[in-house]
């Protein structure tokens, strides 16, 4: 076989979704220019260890969140195939992914490229863990409900000591994530740009700030005691204590999110967001 490897992998969760799978399987194979690879349900396989030229995602926003942490920022571009209602990184749908395959696999669609955070958390100089961060990495709240107290600096500047429940620092792409939720702004989903809203502070006047993609931004943890954790995309999670601290920056790494020819990010905004123009009144 020749052409360009494909894996496909979704949400095991859903019977419809297993369905939607074998049936892009079969559509794969019965293609000259592609192989299908793998099947991957449960999410054993090692994405970046099987080389894909192409992976199909099944499901949700949620599980491009995390089939982008799985890459490891190895630059494979991902289709999405959406199986609920909204969707803000899957642009198809069961009814045409064929479709959009087929485009791609004739060179009509365009990957877009997404910048990723690398977000460490530090004990005592020691780092405690590193991830990437397609959406967001969040300061928050843990078990323990309590506000938290949290200096913030980006570059060598301190910026702001406040109160409340936490901090999300987000991508471009995950500015209509919980960013979002949080009242701050949407950001137009290819520039480099980091967006730092503060969740429920204590005062009024503490509000979302963006700054470029350049720059490090890192949140101090001054609560004392439990109760404080550092959540990234929403799927990865570590404890924090009084002094820890979360540093985010750029990655130089990117990850790849295939666009279908009649869809934009805007598109996806439009729709979720429920922004058509009514009929005017007479």
Same mark, same amino acid.
């Given at each position: 076989?020749?052409?360009?490897?494909?894996?496909?992998?979704?949400?095991?969760?859903? +019977?419809?979704?297993?369905?939607?799978?074998?049936?892009?399987?079969?559509?794969?194979?019965?293609? +000259?220019?592609?192989?299908?690879?793998?099947?991957?349900?449960?999410?054993?396989?090692?994405?970046?260890?099987?080389?894909?030229?192409?992976?199909?995602?099944?499901?949700?926003?949620?599980?491009?969140?995390?089939?982008?942490?799985?890459?490891?920022?190895?630059?494979? +571009?991902?289709?999405?195939?959406?199986?609920?209602?909204?969707?803000? !990184?899957? $642009?198809?749908?069961?009814?045409?992914?064929?479709?959009?395959?087929?485009?791609?696999?004739?060179?009509?669609?365009?990957?877009?490229?997404?910048?990723? !955070?690398?977000?460490?958390?530090?004990?005592?100089?020691?780092?405690?863990?590193?991830?990437?961060?397609?959406?967001?990495?969040?300061?928050?709240?843990?078990?323990?409900?309590?506000?938290?107290?949290?200096?913030?600096?980006? *570059?060598?500047?301190?910026?702001?000591?406040?109160?409340?429940?936490?901090?999300?620092?987000?991508? $471009?792409?995950?500015?209509?994530?919980?960013?979002?939720?949080?009242?701050? $702004?949407?950001?137009?989903?290819?520039?480099? /740009?980091?967006?730092?809203? $503060?969740?429920?502070?204590?005062?009024?006047?503490?509000?979302?700030?963006?700054?470029?993609?350049?720059?490090?931004?890192? /949140?101090?943890?001054?609560?004392? *005691?439990?109760?404080?954790?550092?959540?990234?995309?929403?799927?990865?999670?570590?404890?924090?204590?009084?002094?820890?601290?979360?540093?985010?920056?750029?990655?130089?790494?990117?990850?790849?999110?295939?666009?279908?020819?009649?869809?934009?990010?805007?598109?996806?905004?439009?729709?979720?967001?429920?922004?058509?123009? *009514?009929?005017?009144?007479?």
């Amino acid at each position: 076989m020749s052409g360009q490897r494909i894996l496909i992998t979704g949400n095991p969760t859903k +019977p419809e979704i297993a369905e939607c799978a074998e049936s892009l399987r079969r559509f794969i194979e019965s293609r +000259p220019d592609a192989e299908c690879i793998g099947v991957d349900l449960d999410g054993t396989v090692d994405l970046a260890a099987a080389r894909p030229d192409l992976v199909v995602t099944i499901g949700g926003d949620g599980t491009i969140l995390s089939v982008a942490r799985r890459l490891a920022g190895a630059p494979v +571009p991902v289709l999405g195939v959406k199986m609920g209602h909204k969707g803000f !990184l899957t $642009p198809a749908t069961p009814g045409n992914a064929e479709a959009a395959l087929a485009d791609h696999l004739a060179g009509r669609c365009r990957s877009s490229e997404r910048m990723l !955070l690398e977000v460490v958390a530090l004990r005592g100089g020691k780092e405690l863990e590193r991830h990437l961060a397609l959406n967001d990495a969040v300061v928050g709240r843990g078990a323990v409900s309590r506000m938290l107290s949290l200096d913030v600096s980006v *570059g060598e500047e301190h910026v702001a000591s406040f109160d409340g429940d936490g901090l999300i620092i987000a991508t $471009p792409t995950g500015s209509t994530a919980y960013n979002l939720s949080a009242g701050g $702004p949407i950001l137009s989903a290819t520039m480099r /740009a980091i967006s730092i809203v $503060p969740i429920c502070p204590h005062t009024l006047t503490t509000r979302p700030i963006v700054v470029a993609a350049d720059e490090v931004i890192e /949140a101090v943890v001054r609560t004392r *005691g439990e109760g404080a954790e550092l959540t990234v995309d929403g799927q990865v999670s570590c404890e924090l204590a009084s002094g820890d601290l979360v540093r985010i920056r750029a990655s130089e790494k990117v990850f790849r999110l295939v666009e279908i020819e009649g869809r934009t990010p805007f598109t996806a905004i439009r729709e979720n967001l429920e922004w058509t123009r *009514g009929e005017k009144r007479r």
